[in-house]
């Protein structure tokens, strides 16, 4: 397969594993996207040619810059010794007992390449660990000392491996030399990329100076800044590249470069754009994981001297022994710091710590840069066994995590890797740690739902026979940003409240309509073949309701086959020659729609005006939002009889400005109370000023 349509044919698996993890919950997007590429190689015999060097430099290096831009970097300086002794000492820990395990199960494997293998298997992906903490009540200080860990291990494992692997190629190991070499391309690496941030953010401040400010010039300046910097560093420094794009992405957003605050829309667009970029690298990455496997596990099943089923054992053994070294480190260190704050170490946290350490993209890579032969042409031992146990290893912590966190933390919230979830800035995190204490501070969440109900009231203030279309209009959009915002936190119910009483409000509103739609035909103002029509669909909606309720919310596809119709009638309707519109059966079908909108919103409204009914409590959000529709349906018919598309184009526009301008006053209420800190305030912020401009472009597109 050709390169253009390979990557192609990738990034649509990304999307379809994306929309599968939303239905499958419970297994993590990383590991659907393992098992699409495992299909993939079988079943359309993709293959890919892997090469180290492209590998690190367009998927590890912007990965790694990524992450350090969003680690808090007040942690990391607080806890730098033990971070550091993680990232370093526990690594070379874990190659040296893992490596002699690996040795003493394998014997024909040499003893450096087992240590190079154990080394490859020591980096763990840095998100599965921030996920850990909506999980689990675990220990900030180990939290975010797993988190650093995480970070910088990456580097420290692909030297480790680095060595092990050039020891079994030459069959000797000057240890000397070795430890010199490592010094020498970690500081030089770590000076290299604070330097080269350094000038890049001296750049980009000149740039500024000239008047060139463009937001999309440095958000391609921004994306370009770890690849510019791994390859000076790698190919002209021979340090790592790795340790440097680390230190270059933990000081690209400090609050001293001035180009990060210059441009308020570069932080949005820049932060939308890595949103882009490593949702679309890591699961490529997970992809050719299982691509890959065929090619890492056929030559071990095949091989008659090792069984399949003892190169399994070999997998589970190096994974347990691993685990159980991370376990015990981590162990180690909470006795010797979480004590001496008078509190107890705890086993249980520190299992957490070890079964969150998912095994990734650095894994990957490396293994698949174990070299086919020696220096003296023949085959590299055991290579074949290695690339499987990696695999293995791999595709094995995702499952322990899948299985044993909701296990240890009684939680069914899903396991998140790097890319499957949008990362908080290192500003966010201090900020959310620094106020847990303050019962006033609301959620990000809270806040935003409010400030959306706040845009509401202040165009419904503004709603007038006039603009009645475009001011529903804009109120439903905000009431399914509202809604969407209410159904992520209601998360503990198969099928939570909020969407029980829109299903049972619904009914109710379509009971109305078929009244509603009766009268129309006892009274003969409608003609039979109408009313059939109508009255069928409205019953399809009334089975729907009902299937929807026994399916925990979900639509079925004939409802969502019914929607598309919907959304086509509709625009046939607005689309509609004037000839259309003079026909009888045209005009009595938006006679009906209309009629039967206003017998539903008053039969919905009869209905909650009774007493048992009242006592309920249904959900004032659903109430109001079901109220808005029915709303919108009329005024949409009223509309298709007019030629007022300039007015209610102008009219929307209008009303947007006045429901940005509330939102940014409900912040800044919100702020001068008490109830959200500065930084959620900017991040709020952020998001009205985002959606201004989006809305801004489109209407730019419209004239």
Do not use: C
């Not at 847990?436 to 990000?444: A, G, K, Y």
């Amino acid at each position: 397969m050709h390169l253009v349509e390979a990557v192609l044919f990738l990034m649509a698996l990304v999307i379809v594993s994306n929309v599968l993890s939303h239905y499958i919950v419970a297994v993590p997007v990383s590991l659907i996207q393992v098992a699409l590429g495992l299909g993939a190689a079988l079943f359309f015999h993709l293959t890919i040619n892997l090469a180290t060097d492209w590998f690190m430099l367009l998927f590890i290096a912007p990965l790694l810059y990524y992450d350090g831009r969003h680690f808090p970097r007040r942690e990391l300086w607080e806890l730098r010794g033990p971070i550091i002794g993680n990232a370093i000492f526990l690594v070379f820990a874990t190659m040296l007992v893992g490596g002699y395990l690996i040795h003493f199960l394998i014997p024909p494997l040499p003893l450096p390449a087992s240590f190079a293998l154990a080394a490859i298997l020591s980096p763990t992906d840095p998100i599965a660990v921030q996920s850990l903490a909506k999980r689990t009540h675990l220990p900030s200080g180990v939290l975010h000392l797993v988190s650093g860990e995480s970070l910088i291990n990456d580097a420290s494992g692909l030297i480790g491996f680095k060595y092990g692997i050039a020891a079994t190629l030459t069959g000797t190991f000057a240890f000397g030399h070795a430890v010199q070499d490592f010094f020498y391309v970690a500081l030089v690496g770590a000076m290299a990329g604070f330097v080269l941030i350094g000038i890049i953010n001296l750049s980009r401040n000149w740039l500024l100076q000239q008047g060139i400010n463009d937001v999309i010039l440095h958000t391609i300046l921004q994306v370009l800044t770890p690849f510019f910097i791994y390859l000076i560093v790698d190919e002209f420094m021979h340090a790592s590249g790795v340790i440097a794009v680390v230190v270059a992405g933990l000081l690209s957003n400090t609050q001293y470069n001035r180009y990060v605050t210059a441009l308020p829309e570069l932080r949005i667009v820049s932060e939308r754009t890595w949103d882009l970029i490593v949702y679309t690298l890591n699961g490529i990455i997970f992809l050719i994981l299982g691509i890959e496997l065929p090619v890492a596990m056929r030559d071990t099943i095949a091989d008659h001297e090792v069984s399949t089923l003892q190169a399994l054992g070999f997998v589970v053994l190096v994974y347990l022994g691993i685990l159980i070294l991370r376990t015990l480190w981590i162990y180690g260190y909470m006795l010797l710091t979480v004590r001496s704050k008078g509190n107890q170490p705890s086993w249980r946290a520190a299992l957490l710590s070890g079964i969150s350490g998912v095994r990734g993209a650095i894994t990957l890579v490396g293994v698949f840069a174990v070299p086919a032969a020696l220096a003296n042409g023949d085959p590299f031992p055991e290579r074949s066994l290695m690339l499987f146990i990696a695999a293995g290893v791999v595709v094995l912590s995702l499952i322990v995590a899948i299985v044993a966190l909701p296990i240890v933390t009684r939680s069914v919230a899903p396991l998140q890797t790097r890319g499957s979830t949008i990362a908080a800035t290192d500003d966010d995190t201090e900020s959310d740690e620094d106020h847990t204490n303050d019962v006033r501070i609301i959620s990000l969440s809270q806040a935003q739902m409010f400030v959306y109900q706040m845009a509401v009231r202040r165009v419904e203030s503004e709603r007038r026979e006039s603009n009645q279309k475009a001011a529903l209009d804009l109120i439903a959009e905000y009431q399914n940003l509202i809604r969407r915002l209410e159904l992520a936190e209601d998360t503990g119910a198969a099928i939570p409240p909020l969407v029980q009483d829109e299903l049972d409000l619904r009914k109710v509103g379509v009971q109305g309509e078929l009244y509603a739609l009766d009268d129309l035909w006892r009274e003969n103002q409608i003609m039979s073949k109408s009313y059939a029509k109508a009255r069928k669909r409205l019953k399809h909606r009334m089975d729907d309701l009902d299937s929807m309720a026994k399916r925990s919310g979900r639509p079925t596809l004939r409802m969502l086959f019914d929607r598309s119709a919907l959304r086509l009638s509709h625009f046939w309707y607005t689309v509609a020659s004037e000839q259309n519109r003079s026909h009888r059966f045209f005009n009595e079908k938006l006679f009906i729609e209309k009629e039967t909108a206003k017998g539903g919103l008053k039969y919905l409204s009869k209905f909650l005006r009774q007493k048992e009914n009242k006592a309920h409590h249904y959900n004032r959000q659903v109430i109001y939002s079901l109220i808005v529709q029915y709303r919108n349906r009329i005024a949409s018919v009223k509309a298709l009889n007019t030629h007022k598309s300039t007015q209610y184009e102008h009219e929307l526009s209008r009303l947007r400005a006045i429901a940005f301008a509330a939102e940014r006053t409900a912040i800044h209420d919100l702020m001068e109370k008490g109830y959200i800190t500065m930084t959620m305030a900017q991040r709020l912020n952020q998001n009205v000023n985002f959606t201004e401009n989006a809305a801004t472009l489109t209407s730019l597109e419209e004239v």
